[in-house]
């Protein structure tokens, strides 16, 4: 386990007790600020750790983990970055002295990408996870066990990107994980719509 915090973040301390904090992962070519306004809409109050992807892809495009071609991922990065982003978890939780058993993802394309490969390789991690437009990141060797982790899924059914037997193959293994899953879906494309994101809002508070 990475015992210093070696992402470059941001945090934003909670607002309000008793709310899970929000791990924000933004997509390709975004930053730690992109997804800080997404998080306060989803859940009012809340803490936000926002991490920057620790790829750059040329130009300062930043991602989580490296691909060989759009969605051809390098499998063994991938596995790396995924334990490397689960460790930082704890250890920003110690730093900024949140619960690291209440810790919710929220992830939008490569964000929502190695989101879910946490919740495969390190299924202990989240409590929740929130994916926008994501992929099946990888297919684990065994399904972890998921029980009593639930998971929002936003997609979209002309996603060139992300195409959405993507996010229903991912919906199915995580429910096969015996994770509870919400697949949202919007008619478009890979953008992120405010109807998903009151969908996944709406979906938070009930929680
Ligand atoms: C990925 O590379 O994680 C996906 O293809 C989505 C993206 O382009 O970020």
Known sequence: MTTQLDFIHRFEPAQQHGLPTLLLLHGTGGDEHDLIDLGKL?????????PRGKIDEGGGVNRFFRRLAPGKFDMEDLRYRTHELADFVPTAAEAYTFDPAQVVAVGYSNGANIAASILL???QTFKMAVLFHPM????????PDLNGVQVFIGAGRRDPITPPDQAERLALMLQGASAQVELHWQPGG??????A????????ARR
């Open 197 to 204: 994101v009151q969908a996944a809002q709406a979906w938070l």
């Open 136 to 143: 099946v990141p990888l297919a684990p060797d065994e399904l």
């Open 190 to 195: 890979h953008q992120l719509t405010m109807d």
């Open 42 to 50: 989803l859940l009012p109050g809340a803490a936000l750790l926002s």
């Open 121 to 123: 390789l390190r299924p």
